[in-house]
């Protein structure tokens, strides 16, 4: 136990971890060089072509320091705010960590969010300077920083060039002196935290373990303490770049890959503890909390008939990712779908596009929304998902919405611009401190439903791209909100309903029809496009007919036979908009997002 050293690698968002990730890969000599390629532990084409980690990525390694062997467990994680419960359950089963910041653009908002996690879980935290090699780099000036605004010793922070490899070497030697040996006791009874899950087609699904006391052993009867379900373990790995190695058993302190057979990977739940069937511990490893979506929204098929290749979709994608929530929906306006729960606006976006890409669907995706507790006039209380779900008016008493801790770190020269953002967003500011004289950061509680939308956009857009930001949910508070609905010649289109704040409602309906006038294709008759409060319209446009002249063919006579021709034509027309149907494109379900 004492040669092991397990450890993540925490950072913001495109700092340069799983560049790093492979060169210590690399170094370890874990893989011959003409097999090595970028971005080794981000296995899926998405994650390849965004730079980005989604899901978090375990490997074993061997290194050998002054003629004494080390086994190095790294966790590479993912380095998004969505996927922050990921990051914490990666955290808990390690016992280090590197914080990786970008040479040149120093602290983010992600940083001090992974930091915060790998100080709960009281882990020794190597600060790393990356990107040295960067014309723009200033290291000393970024160490001055974390120590700033971490508060963490910076002055022994190891200096490398994940790109170049410069200083790699150092950064090993720098994990086995300081990172902690794990700690138990090999003799105790099984005790391990289930840390990731996922889902093979030839294995089943699998569970990624870290072993705290005793020991796990091929073909021992183990207890998942959540769910007091019993499994016997048929097979046992070690995680490695290129291939898994069988082993017959996990040792305490040690990280390893568990096959039981199972078909569904949602009875294995990140977070969950292991224990032996016969003698199980008294103690979980850690509370366990399931992941909680935060963001909901409406995803149709365009073609109504592959509606049951929507749900086979979803049930194997929910196999490599847990977190994934749905139930089926109908919408008068797009007919059946599902309402899908998500962990955030990236999630989202990263699902849509792998139903998409990977089993071949066009779909419609409705504005995305958050949970608002209701609260009735009868003194019940309802969770609603879908804004089109909301009791009537008269039958609420209030409504209540989540809200965050929103952490924004922008250069000082975007300060008053984003402040503005911030403000007209609802935000209420709770800190405001200057890391340096250039850069600030701001935190706000914020509502869920005005981050979800297109905050994120608008905040790069205004501050070029250089401000960061990250959010935790803190809780629900009492709202002055209303639903507004868009009716699309007449009727109410369900999916395209909001909830607004109730001073915002006028100038949203009205930004909302305006925008749908112009997406709406011109039909043969009007088109009425109105946005309303229960019964109340607010807002109105109206989308012309497309014309055609019928009196082309009356050249000369008398005048009655044109307007004869007309009034045929107005009647028509009368007809045909009281039984049109106006097909809405997908464009016109998104221009929600886009309303400021």
Same mark, same amino acid.
């Given at each position: 136990?004492?040669?092991?050293?397990?450890?993540?690698?925490?950072?913001? =968002?495109?700092?340069?971890?799983?560049?790093?990730?492979?060169?210590?890969?690399?170094?370890?000599?874990?893989?011959? +060089?003409? +097999?090595?390629?970028?971005?080794?532990?981000?296995?899926? @084409?998405?994650?390849?072509?965004?730079?980005?980690?989604?899901?978090?990525?375990?490997?074993?390694?061997?290194?050998?320091?002054?003629?004494?062997?080390?086994?190095?467990?790294?966790?590479?994680?993912?380095?998004?705010?969505?996927?922050?419960?990921?990051?914490?359950?990666?955290?808990?089963?390690?016992?280090?960590?590197?914080?990786?910041? @970008?040479?040149?653009?120093?602290?983010?908002?992600?940083?001090?969010?992974?930091?915060?996690?790998?100080?709960?879980?009281?882990?020794?935290?190597? #600060?790393?300077?990356?990107?040295?090699?960067?014309?723009?780099?200033?290291?000393?000036?970024?160490?001055?920083?974390?120590?700033?605004?971490?508060?963490?010793?910076?002055?022994?922070?190891?200096?490398?060039?994940?790109?170049?490899?410069?200083?790699?070497?150092?950064?090993?030697?720098?994990?086995?002196?300081? $990172?902690?040996?794990?700690?138990?006791?090999?003799?105790?009874? /099984?005790?391990?935290?289930?840390?990731?899950?996922?889902?093979?087609?030839? %294995?089943?699904?699998?569970?990624?373990?870290?072993?705290?006391?005793?020991?796990?052993?091929?073909?021992? *009867?183990?207890? %998942?303490?959540?769910?007091?379900?019993?499994?016997?373990?048929?097979?046992?790995?070690?995680?490695?770049?290129?291939?898994?190695?069988?082993?017959?058993?996990? +040792?305490?302190?040690?990280?390893?890959?568990? $096959?039981?057979?199972?078909?569904?990977?949602?009875?294995?739940?990140?977070?969950?503890?292991?224990?032996?069937?016969? *003698?199980?511990?008294?103690?979980?490893?850690?509370?366990?909390?399931?992941?909680?979506?935060?963001?909901?929204?409406?995803?149709? #098929?365009?073609?109504?008939?592959?509606?049951?290749?929507?749900?086979?979709?979803?049930?194997?994608?929910? %196999?490599?990712?847990?977190?994934?929530?749905? +139930? #089926?929906?109908?919408?008068?306006?797009?007919?059946?779908?599902?309402?899908?729960?998500?962990?955030?606006?990236?999630?989202?976006?990263?699902?849509?596009?792998?139903?998409?890409?990977?089993?071949?669907?066009?779909?419609?995706?409705?504005?995305?929304?958050? $949970?608002?507790? $209701?609260?009735?006039?009868?003194?019940?209380?309802?969770?609603?998902?879908?804004?089109?779900?909301?009791?009537?008016?008269?039958? =609420?008493?209030?409504?209540?919405?989540?809200?965050?801790?929103?952490?924004?770190?922008?250069?000082?020269?975007?300060?008053?611009?984003?402040?503005?953002?911030?403000?007209?967003?609802?935000?209420?500011? /709770?800190?405001?401190?200057?890391?340096?004289?250039?850069?600030?950061?701001?935190?706000?509680?914020?509502?869920?439903?005005?981050?979800?939308?297109?905050?994120? @956009? /608008?905040?790069?857009? =205004?501050?070029?791209?250089?401000?960061?930001?990250?959010?935790?949910?803190?809780?629900?508070?009492?709202?002055?909100?209303?639903?507004?609905?868009?009716?699309?010649?007449?009727?109410?289109?369900?999916?395209?309903?909001?909830?607004? #704040?109730?001073?915002?409602?006028?100038?949203?309906?009205?930004?909302?029809?305006?925008?749908?006038?112009?997406?709406?294709?011109?039909?043969?008759?009007?088109?009425?496009?109105?946005?309303?409060?229960?019964?109340?319209?607010?807002?109105?446009?109206?989308?012309?007919?497309?014309?055609? *002249?019928?009196?082309?063919?009356?050249?000369?006579?008398?005048?009655?036979?044109?307007?004869? %021709?007309?009034?045929?034509?107005?009647?028509?027309?009368?007809?045909?908009?009281?039984?049109?149907?106006?097909?809405?494109?997908?464009?016109?379900?998104?221009?929600?997002?886009?309303?400021?």
């Amino acid at each position: 136990m004492k040669n092991i050293r397990n450890f993540s690698i925490i950072a913001h =968002i495109d700092h340069g971890k799983s560049t790093l990730a492979d060169r210590i890969i690399q170094e370890c000599g874990s893989v011959a +060089e003409r +097999e090595m390629s970028t971005q080794m532990m981000d296995t899926m @084409d998405i994650e390849q072509e965004r730079g980005i980690t989604i899901k978090a990525q375990s490997v074993r390694l061997d290194y050998v320091k002054d003629d004494e062997h080390y086994i190095l467990n790294l966790i590479d994680t993912p380095g998004h705010v969505d996927f922050s419960y990921e990051v914490s359950k990666s955290l808990a089963s390690s016992d280090g960590a590197l914080l990786i910041v @970008d040479a040149a653009q120093g602290v983010e908002a992600q940083t001090i969010a992974n930091v915060y996690l790998a100080l709960d879980n009281d882990l020794e935290l190597i #600060p790393v300077i990356n990107k040295i090699d960067l014309p723009a780099a200033d290291p000393d000036k970024v160490a001055e920083e974390i120590e700033t605004s971490i508060g963490i010793d910076a002055t022994d922070a190891c200096l490398v060039s994940a790109k170049t490899g410069v200083g790699i070497h150092e950064l090993i030697d720098a994990i086995v002196e300081r $990172v902690p040996a794990p700690v138990g006791d090999p003799k105790a009874t /099984t005790k391990a935290i289930i840390y990731d899950s996922w889902f093979d087609q030839y %294995l089943g699904a699998l569970a990624l373990v870290r072993v705290f006391d005793g020991q796990v052993k091929k073909g021992q *009867n183990i207890k %998942l303490m959540s769910n007091g379900e019993e499994h016997q373990i048929l097979d046992l790995m070690y995680p490695h770049p290129m291939k898994k190695i069988k082993t017959n058993t996990i +040792e305490c302190g040690e990280i390893g890959i568990v $096959v039981l057979g199972l078909k569904e990977v949602s009875v294995i739940n990140v977070g969950d503890t292991i224990t032996d069937v016969k *003698n199980p511990t008294l103690e979980p490893v850690g509370t366990y909390e399931p992941a909680k979506p935060f963001v909901f929204a409406g995803i149709y #098929p365009i073609d109504t008939d592959k509606f049951e290749d929507l749900r086979d979709a979803l049930d194997k994608l929910r %196999l490599n990712d847990s977190s994934l929530s749905y +139930e #089926p929906e109908t919408s008068i306006a797009l007919g059946f779908g599902f309402r899908v729960g998500f962990l955030g606006m990236l999630h989202m976006e990263v699902i849509k596009e792998r139903l998409e890409r990977e089993f071949n669907l066009d779909l419609i995706a409705s504005a995305p929304s958050v $949970v608002y507790n $209701v609260y009735l006039t009868n003194g019940d209380m309802v969770e609603v998902q879908n804004p089109s779900q909301l009791p009537p008016i008269q039958k =609420i008493d209030r409504i209540e919405e989540p809200y965050v801790r929103a952490t924004v770190i922008t250069p000082s020269e975007y300060l008053g611009n984003i402040i503005t953002l911030l403000i007209s967003k609802r935000g209420t500011q /709770t800190k405001m401190t200057y890391l340096n004289e250039e850069r600030v950061m701001l935190e706000y509680e914020i509502p869920m439903n005005e981050i979800v939308m297109d905050f994120y @956009d /608008t905040l790069k857009s =205004i501050s070029k791209g250089y401000a960061s930001f990250d959010y935790e949910p803190i809780e629900f508070k009492v709202g002055d909100l209303v639903k507004l609905d868009i009716k699309v010649a007449g009727e109410a289109v369900d999916a395209l309903s909001i909830v607004v #704040p109730r001073n915002q409602a006028l100038p949203r309906g009205r930004v909302l029809v305006k925008n749908m006038k112009e997406l709406i294709p011109r039909q043969l008759f009007e088109v009425a496009v109105q946005a309303s409060l229960g019964s109340q319209i607010i807002a109105r446009e109206t989308v012309k007919s497309m014309g055609k *002249n019928v009196t082309a063919k009356c050249y000369g006579g008398d005048i009655t036979r044109k307007r004869k %021709l007309l009034e045929k034509q107005k009647a028509g027309k009368k007809r045909m908009k009281s039984i049109g149907k106006v097909q809405l494109p997908q464009e016109a379900f998104m221009s929600v997002l886009k309303m400021d």
